[in-house]
């Protein structure tokens, strides 16, 4: 029954994907300034359709500043970044490129699902209306068949018979499990992860891990910031080593953890290990 929703799950992202452009996500050369500190120094990367990409580095070396530009939950200063050959959250002009009015409506189109390190559930809303929200709300669905896809969603984590909880009676791992539930409900055609398991007791770690594997098997396009080697070395593509707001150095998991080039990524996977 498992292996059929997942099947169902997969049918569903895909027939919503659209045409594709690759590389699927473009990130050229993206600066970002907090009160003067420079956050981000350049940093450009490309993804296609269906990689996992792992982004690892130190702590204040800009791996969330990062994912939360992409979805245009910070505003870049300058560079680009573009979804499927889209800018997110600008357009261009004359004078260049500029932020759009609306950040809700770039993000409601752009369709990138984001798991927070801390869930970010709403507090007040039971499972199923926190999955429900969005879909309704803001893609206008019918709320009987996203209850119907909620609940299929639910079954697929794990998790059906928790539909009338709150995230309060949940443990960190279902809630997370609820928060990735959350974001597919939008269907989305990316999702980006920021440490998701960092929050969690150690025992939880390992069931939101291989929802998560579940997802890169059915081939989502995925940025995961985490310190989860074995996940990376299992699911990653490709891992990508950032430090002081610029990307070091990136390749297969493989190449990374066995022979890293860069000083600098040696010293860290020393520390972490
Ligand atoms: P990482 O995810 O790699 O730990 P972050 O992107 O969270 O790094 O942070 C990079 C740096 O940017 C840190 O020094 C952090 O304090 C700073 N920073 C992040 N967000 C803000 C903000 N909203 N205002 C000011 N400084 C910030």
């Given at each position: 029954q498992h292996a059929e929703l997942a099947q169902q799950l997969a049918a569903t992202l895909r027939a919503d994907v659209g045409a594709l452009v690759e590389p699927f996500v473009k990130i050229a050369d993206v600066r970002k300034t907090f009160r003067g500190r420079?956050?981000?120094?350049g940093v450009s990367m490309d993804i296609n359709a269906g990689e996992v990409v792992v982004i690892l580095g130190p702590s204040g070396s800009g791996k969330t500043t990062l994912l939360r530009t992409i979805n245009h939950l910070e505003q870049i200063d300058a560079g680009e970044i573009l979804v499927n050959g889209k800018l997110v959250g600008y357009r261009r002009t004359s004078r260049g490129v500029v932020p759009v009015r609306s950040a809700a409506a770039a993000r409601r189109d752009a369709r990138i699902g984001f798991v927070f390190q801390h869930f970010n559930?709403?507090?007040?809303?039971t499972v199923l209306q926190n999955i429900m929200e969005a879909p309704v709300r803001?893609?206008?669905?019918d709320a009987r068949d996203a209850r119907r896809e909620a609940r299929a969603l639910l079954d697929w984590a794990g998790l059906?018979?928790?539909?009338?909880?709150?995230?309060?009676?949940?443990s960190g791992g279902q809630q997370q499990r609820v928060a990735i539930v959350r974001a597919l409900a939008c269907h989305p055609r990316l999702m980006l992860f920021d440490e998701?398991?960092?929050?969690?007791?150690p025992e939880l770690v390992g069931q939101v891990l291989s929802l998560i594997r579940e997802l890169a098997e059915l081939g989502m396009t995925m940025i995961v910031v985490t310190h989860e080697m074995g996940f990376a070395r299992a699911c990653a593509d490709r891992v990508i080593y950032m430090e002081g707001g610029v990307v070091v150095e990136e390749g297969a998991p493989d190449e990374i953890f066995?022979?890293?080039?860069d000083q600098r990524t040696r010293r860290f996977l020393q520390i972490i290990h």
């Open positions: 420079q956050v981000l120094n559930l709403f507090d007040h809303m803001v893609y206008g669905r059906s018979g928790f539909e009338n909880h709150y995230p309060h009676q949940l998701p398991t960092s929050a969690l007791d066995s022979n890293p080039r």
